[in-house]
C-alpha cells in the first residue's frame, strides 16, 4: 500500500512515468492524473491503471505551457486533494542545435518549474496533515557537466540543485521534497543512445526503488549506487582531472 493517495505525473506515455503510474495503479492509489503529448500512448497507460481498480485522468499538454499546466494541476486538485506530484516530464537534446538546447530548457527546467510551483501553492494553503509531497526527476548526468550531453546535464544539474534547496526550505511546512536522480533506464531517450549505458535496468524496477524511497521520504533518491559514488567523485576532484576523465569517455554519435 501506499501513503499516497491522489498522485499526479507529468510525462506518464512511457518510461519511468509510465512505470511509476502503472505501479501506484497496484498498490493503493485512488486517483492517478497523467499527462503526456502522445494520445496513442497515454491512453494505452490509462486503459492498464484503470485495470488495476484506480481512477485514471488523462490530459494532452506540453509542460513548458505554464498557464496549461497550472489549470490542469489546479483542476486536478479540485477533483481530488493530490498528495504526490511528481514532476518527471523530460527530453533529450539529441544534436546540441540552437533550437534541441532551447527545447531542452524549456521541457527539463521550465516544466519542472511550471508543475512544481502551483503544487507548492496548492499545498501551503493546505490545513490538513494529509501527504504532501513533490518528486523532480533530475538524473546521475546532473552530478557533473558531461561534454556527450551538454544541455541534458546542464538541465538536470540545475532541476537537481534547485529541489535539493527547495527541500530544506519547505521543511518546516511539512511538505516533502525529493529529487530523482536515475541512471541508464529503459526508456524512448535511451532507446536513441549509442554510448554505452552500465547497469542498465528497466523502467519498472526504477520505479520500484522509486516509490519505496518517497515512501520513506529520503530526499536525494540516486541510483545505482557504483553509478551514484562514481559521478559523485568525479564532482569533487580538481576539475583537470574530471575533464581529463570525461575526454576519455565514449560520446554519443
Given at each position: 500500500?501506499?501513503?499516497?493517495?491522489?498522485?499526479?505525473?507529468?510525462?506518464?506515455?512511457?518510461?519511468?512515468g509510465e512505470a511509476l503510474a502503472?505501479?501506484?495503479?497496484?498498490?493503493?492509489?485512488?486517483?492517478?492524473?497523467?499527462?503526456?503529448?502522445?494520445?496513442?500512448?497515454?491512453?494505452?497507460?490509462?486503459?492498464?491503471?484503470?485495470?488495476?481498480?484506480?481512477?485514471?485522468?488523462?490530459?494532452?499538454?506540453?509542460?513548458?505551457?505554464k498557464n496549461t499546466v497550472l489549470?490542469?494541476?489546479?483542476?486536478?486538485?479540485?477533483?481530488?486533494?493530490?498528495?504526490?506530484?511528481?514532476?518527471?516530464?523530460?527530453?533529450?537534446?539529441?544534436?546540441?542545435?540552437?533550437?534541441?538546447?532551447?527545447?531542452?530548457?524549456?521541457?527539463?527546467?521550465?516544466?519542472?518549474?511550471?508543475?512544481?510551483?502551483?503544487?507548492?501553492?496548492?499545498?501551503?494553503?493546505?490545513?490538513?496533515?494529509?501527504?504532501?509531497?513533490?518528486?523532480?526527476?533530475?538524473?546521475?548526468?546532473?552530478?557533473?557537466?558531461?561534454?556527450?550531453?551538454?544541455?541534458?546535464?546542464?538541465?538536470?544539474?540545475?532541476?537537481?540543485?534547485?529541489?535539493?534547496?527547495?527541500?530544506?526550505?519547505?521543511?518546516?511546512?511539512?511538505?516533502?521534497?525529493?529529487?530523482?536522480?536515475?541512471?541508464?533506464?529503459?526508456?524512448?531517450?535511451?532507446?536513441?543512445?549509442?554510448?554505452?549505458?552500465?547497469?542498465?535496468?528497466?523502467?519498472?524496477?526504477?520505479?520500484?526503488?522509486?516509490?519505496?524511497?518517497?515512501?520513506?521520504?529520503?530526499?536525494?533518491?540516486?541510483?545505482?549506487?557504483?553509478?551514484?559514488?562514481?559521478?559523485?567523485?568525479?564532482?569533487?576532484?580538481?576539475?583537470?582531472?574530471?575533464?581529463?576523465?570525461?575526454?576519455?569517455?565514449?560520446?554519443?554519435?
Amino acid at each position: 500500500m501506499t501513503k499516497f493517495k491522489n498522485i499526479l505525473i507529468t510525462g506518464a506515455s512511457s518510461g519511468i512515468g509510465e512505470a511509476l503510474a502503472l505501479h501506484y495503479a497496484a498498490i493503493g492509489a485512488e486517483n492517478i492524473f497523467i499527462c503526456g503529448r502522445n494520445a496513442d500512448r497515454l491512453e494505452q497507460v490509462a486503459q492498464r491503471c484503470s485495470a488495476k481498480g484506480v481512477k485514471v485522468h488523462t490530459q494532452i499538454l506540453d509542460v513548458s505551457d505554464k498557464n496549461t499546466v497550472l489549470n490542469w494541476i489546479n483542476e486536478a486538485n479540485t477533483q481530488a486533494p493530490l498528495n504526490l506530484v511528481i514532476a518527471n516530464a523530460g527530453v533529450a537534446t539529441l544534436q546540441e542545435t540552437p533550437d534541441n538546447i532551447y527545447n531542452t530548457f524549456n521541457i527539463n527546467v521550465f516544466g519542472v518549474l511550471n508543475t512544481i510551483h502551483p503544487t507548492l501553492d496548492i499545498y501551503q494553503n493546505r490545513k490538513d496533515d494529509s501527504p504532501k509531497a513533490i518528486a523532480i526527476l533530475s538524473s546521475i548526468a546532473g552530478y557533473h557537466g558531461l561534454a556527450a550531453c551538454p544541455s541534458y546535464s546542464a538541465s538536470k544539474a540545475c532541476v537537481k540543485a534547485y529541489g535539493e534547496a527547495l527541500r530544506a526550505a519547505y521543511l518546516k511546512q511539512n511538505i516533502q521534497i525529493n529529487v530523482i536522480c536515475p541512471g541508464f533506464v529503459k526508456s524512448r531517450i535511451t532507446d536513441k543512445n549509442t554510448c554505452p549505458m552500465p547497469f542498465f535496468m528497466s523502467a519498472e524496477k526504477a520505479a520500484d526503488i522509486i516509490a519505496s524511497r518517497l515512501e520513506r521520504n529520503v530526499g536525494l533518491i540516486a541510483f545505482p549506487w557504483p553509478m551514484r559514488f562514481a559521478t559523485w567523485a568525479l564532482s569533487i576532484v580538481p576539475n583537470c582531472v574530471s575533464t581529463y576523465i570525461y575526454s576519455k569517455l565514449p560520446h554519443k554519435v
